[in-house]
């Protein structure tokens, strides 16, 4: 990949269309002189039009009741943070300071640094990462995990000879003799992988709390040795600490190839207790939810450990992959299945971060795309439970092939993260009604279900470079075909709620069918059938862009917001 020469750049181009490098390039001159009357358009957007999609938003908490101690380890995390973005900046795209200084010398080049700053790279996350400036190709599937050329059929017939390449802490590379080998994360980015260990070893005597101190010590072991699981199960032992970190190769979404290849995230938490002390009983229900899977007893006979934690956290920093493109509001982890199966998940709720989006977006879409009749059923309290038992739901359903051939992620490889989140978000349904219904949930069900299909329409606009907006979409197709939602003739959406809770269990039912099949082929038919922006759907996605509505949020974060 290189960047189109400057001299070209500086040609003026009366709305022509030129491709370079993969890139549909125009240059608008409207013979004025405002700053952006002679602005590069790349792929259909100016750059300020890609800005636009992202509203920013101080990423701020209540940190007075911290000690002197505590608020020193808030400092050491969140510089363990900066380090693990540098990792995923070279994950994502490769050296960040030479694109940066190429960025800089195209008109606005300002404004293509913050937005390159946004998505770790040229790529547009919320429009299928796209290129959004000129002179580059499509960003490979595999990222900077695997050689750009790669294919699957290379891939799979040398992991037989050598199981390490298949790891999620290695990076895939060739040798001179063109044979692939495996380089462990703790070398190829021992750097930032030991500065991170240091500070987390340097925070770890100060935290006053003795599980929270071995925790910080175990992740430190783990970032030099790639062997996490010792800190993961150390992570599940936490539960009455005010502080938390999670930090390391975490999530394998970046990996659109296989989704093999762990990405590069930190985020700083701080326990809201309030909050958390109303979650707390949903988790020992979760053995007596899974039994009750509207699914064959094959698909349901994994066990389902009762001491998740359920907590509310405010977020003092993203770092990395959780920091690229849209916005992560809630965590469900470790993703490691022996863990899961051992001591179940931990789901943390991001409240701070939720509370943004919800009046941010949320609301607004609401306004535009909800029946009337039915906005007033999109409220904070459904939003923040249905994120919540979205989390839950992860630990339900099937983890492991019912063929023996090996866990559900390894079957479904590219395919796994996106029906994973669909199978999380239809799950979530089933146990808001499911609790209702035992009286173990007070809540109004027409303001989960109207607050739920407003947010299909938040998250669709991710763009299918995203697994939660894959998810969506599959999703809010199915619901349309059978009932769910209908469209009105104001060109506003009604939620059936007679229907919704049926039309779920069905594709609950036929997404868990196709986790424990390993059903591959199948995945990719139904995302095939349903996967679609349709062309009615496209303008009324349209119609929030034009009325200003932002897709997602970029954080004013770091010490200096947090006033330490």
């Not at 400057?6 to 490098?21: E, I, N, W």
């Not at 919540?388 to 090996?406: P, Q, R, S």
């Not at 995945?523 to 862009?545: K, M, T």
Request: aromatic share 10%; net charge negative; with cysteine.
């Amino acid at each position: 990949m290189k960047l189109l020469p400057t001299l070209l750049l500086g040609a003026t181009l009366l709305l022509a269309t030129v491709l370079f490098g993969g890139c549909q390039v125009e240059r608008t001159d409207s013979g004025d002189s405002t700053p952006d009357s002679d602005a590069l358009v790349v792929n259909g957007m100016t750059i300020d039009e890609r800005l636009a999609q992202y509203t920013p938003v101080r990423l701020t908490a209540d940190l007075d009741h911290l000690t002197d101690n505590q608020r020193e380890v808030v400092r050491l995390l969140i510089q363990a943070g900066e380090a693990m973005d540098e990792v995923f900046w070279q994950q994502a795209y490769g050296d960040r300071d030479a694109l940066m200084a190429a960025l800089d010398t195209l008109p606005q080049g300002e404004a293509f640094k913050r937005f390159a700053a946004i998505n770790y790279g040229p790529y547009d996350r919320l429009n299928g990462n796209e290129a959004f400036a000129p002179g580059f190709d499509a960003k490979p599937a595999g990222a900077q995990f695997y050689p750009a050329d790669l294919t699957t059929a290379q891939f799979d017939a040398a992991v037989g000879e050598n199981p390490a390449l298949a790891s999620l802490y290695t990076l895939v590379r060739r040798a001179d003799d063109g044979t692939l080998t495996a380089v462990p994360y703790h070398e190829a980015f021992a750097d930032a992988h030991a500065r991170a260990a240091d500070l987390l070893a340097e925070a770890a005597p100060l935290a006053e709390n003795e599980g929270f101190q071995r925790y910080l010590t175990l992740r430190a072991q783990a970032l030099r040795t790639d062997d996490y699981q010792p800190s993961d199960l150390a992570w599940m032992d936490l539960a009455d600490n005010d502080l938390d970190v999670v930090i390391g190769p975490i999530e394998t979404y970046e990996d659109q190839l296989n989704g093999f290849k762990a990405a590069h995230s930190a985020y700083v938490l701080l326990k809201d207790r309030a909050w958390s002390a109303r979650l707390a009983r949903y988790a020992e229900l979760l053995p007596g939810l899974q039994e009750g899977l509207p699914v064959p007893d094959a698909y349901k006979q994994d066990p389902v450990g009762s001491d998740a934690d359920l907590g509310a956290y405010d977020v003092l920093y993203y770092a990395g992959d959780s920091n690229a493109g849209s916005k992560t509001i809630a965590i469900n982890l470790p993703n490691d299945e022996e863990v899961q199966q051992q001591k179940g998940s931990r789901r943390l709720q991001l409240k701070n971060a939720m509370r943004a989006k919800f009046d941010e977006i949320l609301v607004p879409i609401a306004g535009e795309l909800i029946d009337a009749e039915q906005r007033a059923n999109v409220t904070f309290d459904a939003f923040f439970a249905n994120t919540m038992f979205h989390e839950v739901a992860h630990g339900l359903g099937i983890k492991n092939t019912l063929d023996g051939a090996g866990t559900v992620r390894e079957s479904l490889r590219d395919q796994a993260s996106a029906l994973e989140e669909g199978k999380a978000d239809v799950l979530g349904l089933y146990m808001i009604t499911q609790l209702a219904a035992q009286g173990e949930y007070d809540t109004v069900l027409e303001e989960n279900f109207t607050t739920f299909v407003a947010s299909v329409f938040r998250s669709i606009r991710f763009g299918s470079a995203s697994a939660h907006g894959r998810a969506n979409l599959l999703r809010f197709n199915y619901f349309v075909e059978n009932g769910a939602i209908e469209r009105q003739d104001d060109g506003t959406y009604r939620v059936d709620y007679d229907a919704i809770t049926d039309v779920s269990n069905a594709l609950s039912e036929r997404i868990l069918t196709f986790q424990g099949d390993g059903d591959y082929e199948g995945v990719v038919s139904f995302v095939e059938e349903y996967g679609q922006v349709g062309d009615q759907l496209q303008a009324d996605l349209d119609r929030l862009s034009a009325v200003g509505i932002p897709v997602d949020v970029t954080f004013e974060q770091g010490p200096s917001v947090l006033g330490l």
